[in-house]
């Protein structure tokens, strides 16, 4: 059975994007280990609530680690301590009685605070929107075993499309940059026949598109990867690196 | 009682599709130019129709509730998606997949709109493969296929234990480029409030930007829902805590019926409820079930041990377990519809059998699976489901059975839809969960992302071009005519009566309570006296929430606990609307178990004589007041109505 523990709760609290933000100290008392970190903090909003306190903001969705809507940095690491673990998948038996546990949004110049822990991605979206597709108009497809793809591939394809769009990689990122989520969009593809044609395309647009949005370079720190929840391999941005040069070459 | 024209076209099932869209009216490129559709939702059937709809060339405006279109709940689908391909060579067909549907739902689904669905399945397939859905191949660079609850062919399409993430990230990719065309305009952390009348025809949409917290207008030709479920009703269910009825509600308020709400599915392959903290419930995919095989002690002791945590599953011996599903059900055994297995679970804890502390538990157990095919094999297969079992739980699956109980997942109701997936409001659509057409009284594994995207991609950007071709809808309308300010007045004055009560209690508070009523009146097993407890204690629920919610902060910039309250006023007239459609059905089919009406061995009894027909509820301008009910009666031709057997 999971003990109960008590801890410190220090977390982020920002009115808006252009306000100045600061801690606020909690102290939680006999949070059963099995609670979840998100019902830890729902257990901290109700208490909230009944004192009649506006409860603290942050996204989450699927509370099954799939949506990517949950984005906390907790303790110094994005998702918290566990590896291979979405924030919403943590749970409290994780932590020690008498503990102090700091979370704080995810801090990126490109992702700017909404409200408390709760960031803008919107840039997410826009790199996908500049090339993280394959054009195929709906009804135009060919009969899906016309093109065998060695299991191999598919499965590398299907590591790098694991990919939940969290931000994560951009939070552990010293220089905040975006290398891990658009490599595995573009080596999912590129690994695929059907993404190749368009394969040089894809690669340009989206790196220009993230270096337009004021994200960071990428210098090899491997912090992304580490931290990825869903384990996405360092390898992609390799991958990503060289469908960039030779699409360069190719101009 | 209003006749109800489901539009179902003329021929043979198997014709019906192909001669509607022989016939049916066009928008002519040019034309298409002019048009603007509002769809609400990105899921699988949001997302494909807007992008299908931009590459046709209409204008959308596409609006979700979180940060992005990826986020909607159908990202955690895991287990697959259906399609008559029969790339198994194992006997499977258009008709198969359309046969076993309509079984799996118990005779409770519209034959026309299930055809359709099993004909276009095929497509889908091809369509996802050619956007980059990484689907598991076999070494020979071919498709993979497994085998789902209630079918005997292997026909189910996956990608690991994600294909619900690949089918939406690829419908995503679509949409993504639709945006980047300029066809699609998104709306993220927008939520629908209202749909906007206009001379009889759905016009436009009041929504509210949930960062400012504004109220936006929006108008178009038509506007298409894909809004999802109301599993939420229950606060403890597998969809995700954003998912809600709200947009499905607004409909039904302006007067478009709410078809068979008490269809709701109980998932019998979830983590049980532990503790009263719980936001949410996880599922555990319904293909672990290829797998594992579901068992309780045969001895009642061993079970009590279980409870008091004195025994462990595993060092209960093989004689000593009831496989009560391959027991009663030795044809289809631990591959039963997901109805069946969740009321067995439920029917061996109800006698105490139950194998955890609260009692409400059962073995799934991989044991003999490991034996047979080895621990690596196993965890190629199910290894991410069983690390989130044992993040979740703190037991380990490879070495102790894992212990699963029934959770709400998945609502087979929905908004009344025509052949056309129409409702009876002009201009208004609804497509995939959102909608009631295509499940019955029971959905079949695996289906529901086949649903999504068959309406999406390949349904919907039909049959509304059909409602577009007619000329006199073609004039854009601007927002500031007053149809728009009454509707948006009556929002403005909805939230300013919620902002007002301040009283004591929390949203959530209140909406586990009603959970709690649902779950146990409206849940698994029903009965007439039940249902009335029910429908009394949630009008309780309604007073109190009028009277002592208690809402912080202002309705100005963004305000969770608000948006929560807006939710939790339509759950609750939703819950009444699903205990009024249980009470009325005096008969047992698929989820919806009236325990007044089983067989001698506790099988589901219909009754085909009486309630062989879609039951329409109708609004009556009040919450409080009782809907109507008109009846769509169901013509099948093409499939002779059976009682379900999964024994032989």
Not at chain 2, 74 to 82: F, K, L, P
Not at chain 2, 406 to 429: R, S
Not at chain 2, 522 to 533: D, F, Y
Request: net charge neutral.
């Amino acid at each position: 059975m999971d003990k109960n523990i008590s801890f410190t709760l220090r977390i982020w609290r920002q009115n808006g994007p252009k306000e100045k933000g600061h801690f606020d100290e909690f102290q939680m008392k006999d949070i059963p280990g099995d609670t979840s970190f998100l019902e830890m903090l729902d257990i901290l909003n109700e208490q909230l609530v009944e004192q009649g306190k506006e409860p603290v903001v942050f996204d989450h969705d699927c509370r099954e680690g799939i949506c990517g809507m949950c984005s906390l940095y907790i303790n110094g690491h994005p998702h918290g301590p566990a590896t291979g673990a979405t924030t919403c998948q943590i749970y409290m038996r994780r932590f020690k009685d008498g503990d102090t546990i700091t979370v704080e949004p995810w801090r990126s110049a490109a992702f700017p605070v909404i409200k408390d822990c709760m960031v803008d991605r919107g840039a997410f979206d826009k790199i996908m929107q500049a090339g993280g597709y394959i054009s195929v108009r709906t009804g135009s497809a060919p009969d899906a075993n016309n093109i065998p793809i060695p299991k191999q591939n598919a499965d590398l394809a299907m590591d790098a499309a694991s990919c939940i769009g969290c931000g994560c990689c951009v939070a552990a990122c010293k220089n905040g940059s975006a290398m891990l989520f658009v490599s595995a969009k573009v080596s999912q593809l590129a690994l695929l026949p059907q993404g190749r044609v368009e394969a040089a395309r894809r690669a340009k647009a989206m790196v220009a598109k993230m270096d337009e949005l004021g994200f960071g370079a990428c210098t090899n720190t491997g912090a992304c990867a580490a931290e990825c929840p869903k384990s996405v391999s360092i390898s992609n941005i390799a991958r990503l690196n060289r469908e960039f040069i030779k699409a360069k070459l190719k101009d | 009682m209003a006749t109800i024209d489901s539009k179902i076209p003329e021929g043979p099932v198997a014709e019906k599709w192909t001669n509607y869209k022989a016939h049916q009216r066009l928008v002519n490129p040019k034309n298409k130019l002019k048009l603007d559709v509002i769809v609400v939702g990105t899921g699988l059937a949001g997302a494909s129709a807007a992008a299908s709809l931009g590459e046709m060339g209409f204008n959308v405006l596409n609006f979700c509730i979180q940060d992005s279109p990826r986020r909607a709940h159908s990202i955690a689908a895991q287990g697959g998606i259906n399609a008559a391909k029969n790339y198994q060579n194992d006997g499977d067909s258009v008709y198969r997949l359309f046969y076993d549907t309509v079984k799996g739902g118990d005779y409770r689904a519209r034959e026309a709109n299930v055809y359709r669905l099993a004909e276009v399945s095929a497509n889908i397939i091809d369509q996802c493969v050619a956007q980059g859905v990484p689907f598991a191949r076999e070494y020979g660079g071919l498709l993979a296929n497994r085998s789902f609850g209630g079918v005997q062919v292997s026909r189910t399409f996956y990608a690991k234990g994600q294909t619900g993430q690949q089918l939406l990230l690829g419908a995503y990719s679509a949409l993504s480029r639709q945006v980047h065309e300029g066809k699609v305009k998104l709306f993220t952390r927008y939520e629908m409030q209202d749909v906007v009348m206009v001379d009889g025809r759905a016009r436009g949409i009041i929504a509210k930007n949930l960062v400012t917290g504004k109220m936006e207008r929006f108008s178009a030709n038509a506007v298409v829902l894909a809004t999802g479920g109301y599993g939420n009703t229950y606060f403890l269910s597998t969809n995700a805590m954003a998912c809600n009825c709200s947009a499905a509600i607004a409909a039904y308020r302006k007067g478009a019926y709410f078809a068979n709400p008490a269809f709701v599915q109980i998932h019998p392959t979830c983590i049980p409820v532990h503790g009263d903290k719980q936001s949410k419930l996880t599922l555990m995919s319904e293909s672990l079930r290829n797998d594992g095989r579901i068992w309780v002690p045969k001895d009642i002791e061993d079970a009590k041990k279980l409870q008091a945590g004195t025994l462990q599953g595993k060092d209960i011996p093989e004689e000593k377990r009831d496989y009560y599903l391959e027991r009663r059900y030795p044809a289809f055994g631990n591959l039963v519809p997901r109805d069946v297995a969740s009321r067995a679970a439920k029917e061996r804890c109800d006698k105490g059998f139950g194998v955890n502390n609260t009692g409400k538990a059962v073995f799934l157990d991989f044991s003999e699976a490991i034996q047979r095919l080895g621990k690596d094999v196993v965890a190629q297969r199910y290894g991410n489901l069983f690390d989130m079992y044992e993040e979740i739980t703190n037991v380990n699956p490879y070495e102790n059975p894992m212990m699963i109980y029934p959770a709400i997942h998945y609502t087979m109701g929905g908004l009344w839809v025509d052949y056309e997936l129409q409702t009876n409001l002009k201009g208004l659509f609804a497509i995939g969960e959102c909608n009631f057409s295509d499940h019955g009284a029971n959905r079949l594994g695996a289906s529901a992302l086949m649903q999504g995207l068959a309406d999406g991609y390949f349904v919907l950007p039909y049959t509304i071009q059909n409602y577009l071709a007619d000329q006199s809808i073609w004039p854009a309308i601007k927002t500031d005519r007053p149809e728009f300010d009454e509707v948006e007045k009556s929002v403005n004055a909805k939230i300013d009566h919620l902002m007002g009560i301040h009283g004591k209690k929390s949203v959530d508070s209140i909406h586990k309570e009603l959970g709690k009523v649902m779950w146990e009146y409206v849940g698994m097993g029903r009965t007439k006296e039940g249902l009335l407890t029910g429908l009394k204690k949630i009008e309780e629920i309604r007073n109190e929430f009028e009277t002592d919610l208690f809402i912080p902060g202002s309705k100005d910039g963004l305000n969770v606990e608000l948006d929560k309250a807006i939710r939790l006023n339509d759950f609750i007239t939703m819950g009444k609307l699903i205990a009024y459609d249980a009470l009325n059905r005096e008969e047992s089919c698929g989820g919806h178990f009236r325990e007044e009406h089983q067989t001698e061995e506790g099988e589901a009894k219909r009754d085909d004589e009486n309630f062989f027909y879609v039951a329409c509820w109708e609004y009556q301008g009040d919450d409080k007041k009782e809907p109507v009910l008109s009846k769509e009666p169901l013509v099948y031709e093409a499939i002779k109505v059976q009682t379900r057997n999964y024994k032989n």
